[in-house]
Structure formats: structure tokens, C-alpha cells
């Protein structure tokens, strides 16, 4: 596919790295990754975002909803950002996940979707065209041995959904995240998204940002102490993206980009 971005989020706690894809599959070279988070803070050096956590075994469900922002483009130079939804990635080893990508490669824009189960290879969606504006819908859920990822444009329609039985998952936690990917064990520049929206008072998509945890069904922030704000910072602890508060009605927040790196 040239020089399309595939991505791959697989989201270890550790780095791990993003794809260029040379046809239809899948080989990484760009991933995002888990989230670096510097100890005893709530701040990552590649993730912005809401966590639920749980027990281990205890996440079945993450759901999830987004206004695909567009993003500006530098004069020369490549920047990146993803923003998915997914279980697992915050403190194990695996990831299931789906979302979508966008890159800047020489001035120019491209979005598109993508799946992973880490750490098998991650696919770009290609029956899926995503826009700037697009409301995107996506879930991860585990229900009799494996694992489901839906995601859906919502603005055009147009979904897809594929599972797998990743029989190492820990399913202690659920993430909506948007992150600066890897590659080559280093964090790629930011793309310039301005503010990403997430959840019912953006998207008017209904029962997402929901989690479900040890059986129970709910909103982000009914989660308590469970729930986690990240704050996406540089090695010196400058803010390159972060998350508003939650809104009302529990699901709904934003992420504010301040800086490519």
C-alpha cells in the first residue's frame, strides 16, 4: 500500500511500534504503544485518555465513540496521532483494540481504520473510509472465549467486525485513548489535532464510553476510584495533550493537543 500508514496499536505497557504496511498485510513498522507513564503520577509519554481498571479476567466490554478531528498538517515533516478504544494494554502484555489513525506525510492528511490483537499483527480496515468529522463508533468485547472488535463509521454507515481467541489476555482493563504511536522504540511527533471529542454529549451516540467490569455495566466515571485520567507529557513533563473532566452524564470528555513532542 506505498507509503500508507497501517495502524497497529498495540497497546503494552512497554513500547511497541507502528506499521507501514507493504500490501495487504501486516507486517508493524508503526505501532502505538502501552502507555509509558512516569511512576507515581497520572501522566504518559505517548497516552491521553480515560482507563477503567479491574481485576484480572474481570473486563468483558469497551465501548467507545469519537468525532474524527482533522488535524493540521507541518510544512515538512511526518506527525501521527491514533485514538481507539480497547481492553487491556494498561498494565499486561496484551491488547485488543480498534480505532482510527491519522498521519501527516509531506503536508497532506490521511485517516483511516484499524484493528489489532497484539501481539499478533495489526490490519489496516480497508473497507472503511474515514474523514475528518466522521463520528466513529467502536467496541471490544469478550463473550465465550474470544475477543470481538466492531468499529463503525458512523457519518457514512459503513462497519466491520472480526474476533479472535487471545488466550494470554489478563482483561484488567478498558481504555479510550488517544496516543502519539512508536517506532523503533521511540515516540513519533504528534500529530496537530486540536481537541478530540469522545462520548453522548459530542458524538450523540448512545451506550458508548461504557465499560463493563466484574458484570456491571456503566459510564466511565461510574466507576470511582477505578477510573484513570491520563496526561500525554514530554520527557520533561511539558503537556502535549490532555484530558478535560468528565462531563455530566459520565461518558463524555475531551483531549486538548499542545505540543508535537
Same mark, same amino acid.
Given at each position: 500500500?506505498?507509503? +500508507?500508514? !497501517?495502524?497497529?496499536?498495540?497497546?503494552?505497557?512497554?513500547?511497541?511500534?507502528?506499521?507501514?504496511? =507493504?500490501?495487504? !498485510?501486516?507486517? =508493524?513498522?508503526?505501532? !502505538? /504503544? @502501552?502507555?509509558?507513564?512516569?511512576? @507515581?503520577?497520572?501522566?504518559?509519554?505517548?497516552?491521553?485518555?480515560?482507563?477503567?481498571? @479491574?481485576? !484480572?479476567?474481570?473486563?468483558? &466490554?469497551?465501548? @467507545?465513540?469519537?468525532?474524527? =478531528?482533522?488535524?493540521?498538517?507541518?510544512?515538512?515533516?511526518?506527525?501521527?496521532?491514533?485514538?481507539?478504544? $480497547?481492553? &487491556?494494554?494498561?498494565?499486561?502484555?496484551?491488547?485488543?483494540?480498534?480505532?482510527?489513525?491519522?498521519?501527516?506525510? %509531506?503536508?497532506?492528511?490521511?485517516?483511516?481504520?484499524?484493528?489489532?490483537?497484539?501481539? +499478533?499483527?495489526?490490519?489496516?480496515?480497508?473497507?472503511? /473510509?474515514?474523514?475528518?468529522?466522521?463520528?466513529?463508533?467502536?467496541?471490544?468485547? *469478550?463473550?465465550?472465549?474470544?475477543?470481538?472488535?466492531?468499529?463503525?463509521?458512523?457519518?457514512?454507515?459503513?462497519?466491520?467486525?472480526?474476533?479472535?481467541?487471545?488466550?494470554?489476555?489478563?482483561?484488567?482493563?478498558?481504555?479510550?485513548?488517544?496516543?502519539?504511536?512508536?517506532?523503533?522504540?521511540?515516540?513519533?511527533?504528534?500529530?496537530?489535532?486540536?481537541?478530540?471529542? *469522545?462520548?453522548?454529549?459530542?458524538? $450523540?451516540?448512545?451506550?458508548?464510553?461504557?465499560?463493563?467490569?466484574?458484570?456491571?455495566?456503566?459510564?466511565?466515571? /461510574?466507576?470511582?476510584?477505578?477510573?484513570?485520567?491520563?496526561?500525554?507529557?514530554?520527557?520533561? $513533563?511539558?503537556?502535549?495533550?490532555?484530558?478535560?473532566?468528565?462531563? /455530566?452524564?459520565?461518558? %463524555?470528555?475531551?483531549?486538548?493537543?499542545?505540543?508535537?513532542?
Amino acid at each position: 500500500m506505498g507509503t +500508507r500508514v !497501517a495502524v497497529l496499536v498495540s497497546c503494552l505497557f512497554l513500547i511497541s511500534a507502528f506499521a507501514v504496511l =507493504p500490501a495487504a !498485510a501486516i507486517a =508493524p513498522s508503526f505501532l !502505538a /504503544s @502501552g502507555p509509558i507513564v512516569k511512576a @507515581g503520577t497520572t501522566s504518559s509519554l505517548n497516552w491521553a485518555g480515560y482507563v477503567v481498571t @479491574g481485576a !484480572a479476567g474481570s473486563v468483558t &466490554d469497551a465501548a @467507545g465513540s469519537w468525532v474524527q =478531528p482533522g488535524v493540521t498538517c507541518p510544512s515538512s515533516g511526518n506527525t501521527y496521532a491514533a485514538f481507539w478504544v $480497547g481492553i &487491556d494494554g494498561y498494565s499486561d502484555s496484551t491488547v485488543e483494540q480498534t480505532g482510527t489513525l491519522a498521519e501527516c506525510q %509531506s503536508g497532506t492528511a490521511t485517516y483511516f481504520a484499524w484493528y489489532e490483537f497484539y501481539p +499478533r499483527p495489526s490490519f489496516e480496515i480497508k473497507t472503511i /473510509s474515514v474523514h475528518a468529522g466522521d463520528v466513529i463508533s467502536a467496541n471490544v468485547q *469478550y463473550a465465550n472465549g474470544k475477543f470481538v472488535v466492531t468499529i463503525t463509521d458512523v457519518t457514512t454507515g459503513k462497519t466491520f467486525s472480526t474476533s479472535a481467541k487471545i488466550n494470554s489476555a489478563q482483561r484488567s482493563s478498558a481504555e479510550w485513548i488517544a496516543e502519539a504511536p512508536s517506532s523503533g522504540g521511540s515516540i513519533l511527533p504528534l500529530a496537530d489535532f486540536g481537541t478530540s471529542s *469522545y462520548g453522548l454529549d459530542y458524538t $450523540g451516540v448512545a451506550s458508548t464510553n461504557y465499560a463493563t467490569v466484574g458484570g456491571t455495566t456503566g459510564a466511565i466515571g /461510574s466507576f470511582g476510584t477505578s477510573v484513570v485520567a491520563i496526561t500525554m507529557v514530554d520527557s520533561a $513533563g511539558g503537556v502535549k495533550a490532555s484530558p478535560s473532566s468528565l462531563t /455530566s452524564d459520565g461518558t %463524555s470528555f475531551t483531549v486538548t493537543w499542545y505540543s508535537s513532542t
